[in-house]
Antibody
Framework: QVHLVQSGPEVKKPGASVRVSCKAS????????ITWVRQAPGQGLEWMGW????????DYAQKFQGRVTVTTDTSTTTVYMELRSLRSDDTAVYYC??????????????WGQGTLVTVSS | EIVLTQSPGTLSLSPGERATLSCRAS???????LAWYQQKPGQAPRLLIY???NRATGIPDRFSGSGSGTDFTLTISRLEPEDFAVYFC??????????FGQGTRLDIK
C-alpha cells in the first residue's frame, strides 16, 4: 500500500511559478516512479511528466517542455513539480500518481489527493 | 500522439443493469497497454483495469475489460449504487505522451 500526500492549494498570479509536493510512504520509494497529471475544472485528465525515483531521469509532455520541472528527493521520499510562467488556463487540480521506475508510460495504481492551483490576477 | 475517443459521453442506467463503455484509439495501442479509471466528484482517479483486461488490486469482479488494437471495452456486469461516476481510459503503449479519453459519465437513471 502506497500513500501519496500532496501539498495544499495555491493561488498564483499570471507569470508566477508554483511548486507542488508529493510525499510518499508505504513502499520502497526507489522501486517506482511518479507521474504528474492535471485536470482543469470540469475537464479530462492531462499527462504532464514523470520521474524515476530510482534513476532520477525525467520525461515531459511536449506541451510543457521548458515550463515544468519534476524532481525527486530520496532522503525525504518527496517528489516536487514546478510549473513556471503560469497562465489562467493552468488553473487545475494537479495530481501525482505512482507509476513505473523504468518508463514514463505506465498505468497508475496510487494517486495523491490532488492540489488545486488557481491562477488569477 | 494517440487520440482516445470514449463513447457514449453519458450513459444513464439503473442499479442492477449492465454497463458497456467504449474506448477507441486513433491507432493501434501497443501491447494492449490500456487502462481504465473511475473518478467520483472531488476524488482522484482510481485504477480499475490495466493491460486491457487485468483487474487492479481490490477491484470487484463485476468490472471487466476487453479489447485489443484500437477498440477496448469496460463492462460493469451489474451496477451497484457506488459505480455511478466518470470513467476514463488511458493508453500507455505508444507514448510518451500518455493520453486519456475524454471520459464517460455513468448516471443513475
Amino acid at each position: 500500500q502506497v500513500h501519496l500526500v500532496q501539498s495544499g492549494p495555491e493561488v498564483k498570479k499570471p507569470g508566477a511559478s508554483v511548486r507542488v509536493s508529493c510525499k510518499a510512504s508505504g513502499d520502497t520509494f526507489i522501486s517506482y516512479g511518479i507521474t504528474w497529471v492535471r485536470q482543469a475544472p470540469g475537464q479530462g485528465l492531462e499527462w504532464m511528466g514523470w520521474i524515476s525515483n530510482y534513476y532520477g531521469n525525467t520525461d515531459y509532455a511536449q506541451k510543457f517542455q521548458g515550463r515544468v520541472t519534476v524532481t525527486t528527493d530520496t532522503s525525504t521520499t518527496t517528489v516536487y513539480m514546478e510549473l513556471r510562467s503560469l497562465r489562467s488556463d493552468d488553473t487545475a487540480v494537479y495530481y501525482c500518481a505512482r507509476g513505473s521506475a523504468h518508463r514514463a508510460d505506465w498505468h497508475h495504481d496510487y494517486w495523491g489527493q490532488g492540489t488545486l492551483v488557481t491562477v488569477s490576477s | 500522439e494517440i487520440v482516445l475517443t470514449q463513447s457514449p459521453g453519458t450513459l444513464s442506467l439503473s442499479p442492477g443493469e449492465r454497463a458497456t463503455l467504449s474506448c477507441r484509439a486513433s491507432q493501434s495501442v501497443s501491447s494492449s497497454y490500456l487502462a481504465w479509471y473511475q473518478q467520483k466528484p472531488g476524488q482522484a482517479p482510481r485504477l480499475l483495469i490495466y493491460g486491457a483486461s487485468n483487474r487492479a488490486t481490490g477491484i470487484p469482479d463485476r468490472f471487466s475489460g476487453s479489447g485489443s488494437g484500437t477498440d477496448f471495452t469496460l463492462t460493469i456486469s451489474r451496477l451497484e449504487p457506488e459505480d455511478f461516476a466518470v470513467y476514463f481510459c488511458q493508453q500507455y503503449g505508444n507514448s510518451p505522451p500518455i493520453t486519456f479519453g475524454q471520459g464517460t459519465r455513468l448516471d443513475i437513471k
